[in-house]
């Protein structure tokens, strides 16, 4: 996780933030995204987020709940509502999207 967040930081485009990402994610090496595959992205996302947060408690739950409804959501957008993976031009079509909240 710390060298995911180190390499996305050195690398210089957006394109290959994506394309990095994407393939961290995609552990069968057959260019798409499964379900599993997605929510591990959005769960590694989301968790990322909660280390730049305030420690106390209260608020570090409130956060991980509201997440898992977030996780549903950015799972919902990203696979919409077929079974069928994710693929790397729909994935970064997203991830162009929405990279001002990624970052």
Not at 19 to 44: A, I, W
Not at 63 to 76: G, M, Y
Request: hydrophobic fraction near 35%; proline fraction near 2%.
């Amino acid at each position: 996780c710390c060298a995911l967040a180190l390499c996305c930081q050195l690398m210089s485009s957006d394109d290959e933030k994506i394309r990095f990402v994407f393939h961290m994610f995609d552990t069968n090496d057959d260019g798409l995204l499964s379900s599993l595959e997605v929510e591990q992205l959005v769960e590694h996302a989301l968790r990322e987020e909660e280390k730049y947060l305030p420690a106390e408690e209260h608020l570090l739950q409130e956060v991980q709940k509201r997440n898992w409804s977030r996780i549903s959501q950015l799972k919902q957008e990203l696979l919409g509502t077929t079974s069928q993976p994710l693929s790397y031009d729909r994935f970064y079509e997203w991830a162009l999207r929405n990279m001002g909240s990624l970052n």
